[in-house]
Nanobody, 114 residues
Framework: QVQVVESGGGLVQPGGSLRLSCTAS????????MRWYRQAPGKHRELVAT???????RYADSIKGRFTISRDNAQNTVWLQMFSLKPEDTAVYYC????????WGQGTQVTVSS
């Protein structure tokens, strides 16, 4: 049974930092492409960052230079380090694991507000 679990969301002030974690089990993690998406109220789900099994990374223009995606295959974990957060970064952040099929976590809320 595949499980994808995010954690680390919360309330942070503008300009602050937050690190999201995602642990995936039941898949060959090292062979998986891992992605972070986000969905703000009333908006479509947006692809934020991707890290391939070869550790190649891609980022959305809206967060480039502020967010960093990384992974540790030994811990079956991917992180999204977020710096210089803005109110427009407020959203539910979802982790997506792709290994033949696509698996989603339940999401973690990030709220950027003073």
């Amino acid at each position: 049974q595949v499980q994808v679990v995010e954690s680390g969301g919360g309330l942070v002030q503008p300009g602050g930092s937050l690190r999201l974690s995602c642990t995936a089990s039941g898949i060959i993690f090292s062979a998986s492409e891992m992605r972070w998406y986000r969905q703000a109220p009333g908006k479509h789900r947006e692809l934020v960052a991707t890290i391939t099994s070869a550790r190649s990374t891609r980022y959305a223009d809206s967060i480039k230079g502020r967010f960093t995606i990384s992974r540790d295959n030994a811990q079956n974990t991917v992180w999204l380090q977020m710096f210089s957060l803005k109110p427009e970064d407020t959203a539910v952040y979802y982790c997506n694991a792709i290994q033949l099929y696509s698996y989603w976590g339940q999401g973690t809320q990030v709220t950027v507000s003073s």
